[in-house]
């Protein structure tokens, strides 16, 4: 491991080590206005939600590292404590970038990034029409967590009204993944797209309690053929495999005869039940072959 001292290390340095190392982040496609009625649109991955009485997502328009100067964004909200925190998606994903540049105080990065202003309901800044999800939002709080380059301005804001676009949402009315598409911010120039090749499952143990990787037998939570993720998945189950489910894999005897002629083979089915989500066939045909 390398050790590095958090106060030490330059500021450029630890910076590239925050985004590649806490990603993927959200993007804030952050609107505002300042009080001559000029928009802003600019893009911040230092951004996510943080609770829902009231929702309240924040973001940081961070000092600049080169030379300590504040965003227009971080400019307009101290003038007019209202925003419009807009979502992306893969679909304006470079559009989004290209507003990202940094132009000169009143160019309107609307018309430089092609998108599309719409006048948003309670706030004055503009809504992205382009974007799947827009968060009307009044600046409750702005956090200045310090003075110098690189330092971050958190800006908490309250959520007034959320426009949802018809054709993201299920019959049920809640959000498709798949057809939301979201994009995520990485390390340096990378990005990641929420399809379904980047996604996975992970139960949550909200309404039950797992039996723990502690309680496996030995030869099943040492074994250097299963992997955290695999003991992780095991140690979530609820209880334990009744005998009768342990039976249905010892009576089977073409899997005595395949565990007999290689003894590794036990792990592979196992772990191709946990990839397939059979967390319980798992333990079950394991303890079948090992107890």
């Not at 328009?61 to 300590?68: F, K, M």
């Not at 092609?114 to 600046?139: A, D, H, L």
């Not at 083979?265 to 059979?278: P, S, T």
Request: with cysteine; aromatic share 8%; glycine share 8%.
């Amino acid at each position: 491991m390398l050790h590095l001292d958090g106060h030490e290390i330059s500021q450029q340095y630890l910076h590239r080590i925050m985004l590649g190392s806490v990603a993927p982040r959200p993007i804030a496609f952050a609107s505002t206005i300042d009080l001559n009625g000029n928009p802003n649109l600019s893009p911040f991955s230092f951004f996510n939600a943080f609770g829902v009485n009231p929702g309240t997502l924040i973001f940081s328009p961070s000092r600049r590292g080169r030379d300590n100067t504040t965003k227009h964004t971080f400019q307009n909200l101290k003038e007019l404590p209202e925003v419009v925190i807009n979502v992306v998606n893969y679909e304006m994903v470079q559009q989004m970038s290209l507003a990202s540049c940094e132009y000169p105080k009143g160019v309107n990065e609307f018309i430089k990034a092609g998108f599309t202003p719409i006048p948003s309901e309670i706030v004055k800044p503009f809504r992205v029409k382009e974007s799947p999800v827009q968060f009307e939002c009044k600046v409750r709080q702005i956090i200045e967590t310090g003075d110098g380059p690189g330092a971050g301005n958190l800006v908490i804001c309250d959520i007034l009204m959320v426009h949802l676009a018809e054709e993201i949402l299920t019959d049920q009315g809640e959000i498709d993944q798949d057809k939301i598409d979201l994009v995520g911010r990485l390390g340096g120039d990378f990005y990641v797209r929420t399809n379904q090749a980047a996604r996975f499952l992970v139960p949550k143990p909200v309404a039950k309690t797992g039996i723990g990787i502690d309680a496996l037998p030995d030869k099943i939570k040492h074994n250097h053929a299963l992997s955290g993720n695999d003991l992780g998945q095991l140690g979530n189950l609820e209880k334990f495999p009744l005998e009768a489910d342990i039976l249905i894999f010892k009576k089977d005897p073409s899997l005595k005869k395949r565990y007999k002629e290689n003894s590794e083979l036990l792990y592979i089915d196992a772990k191709r039940k946990l990839e397939e989500g059979y967390p319980f066939d798992a333990l079950s045909l394991l303890l079948s072959q090992l107890s």
